[in-house]
């Protein structure tokens, strides 16, 4: 069978997209009123004591390699576009297994992996 660069693209493309890092997930609460975006948004490690209104809830999938801040900035993006005041934070960061390796150089296993992916998911909230 000849090679056909038109059967190649198909699996190029699917192999890429298995490779693409986790999206952001953004879900608007129902009935939530619509605000304009807002330019600060204050984490919170727990609910407020002050009255709020639920805007939606924000996944931030870490990948290996991400760093804490990166996912945070994230998620306060897209708390500003939904209008929020404050996004009330659930840490849900994993570990990566770990693994071993040969190393040629040396002959001798070593382990690899096991830090921590960064993931967060936070509930986006506008204050009354």
Known sequence: MAFSPRRLLPALALALAACAAPQPEVVRATGAPQYPPTQFVELLDRAPDRPYTELGTIDVPGEPGALRAQVLAQIRTHAQQLGADAVILTDQS???????????TTGTYETIG???????????IRFR
């Open 94 to 104: 994993r570990m990566a297994p770990a693994s071993q390796r040969l190393n040629p």
């Open 114 to 124: 096991g830090q921590v992916i960064p993931a967060f998911r936070g509930v986006a």
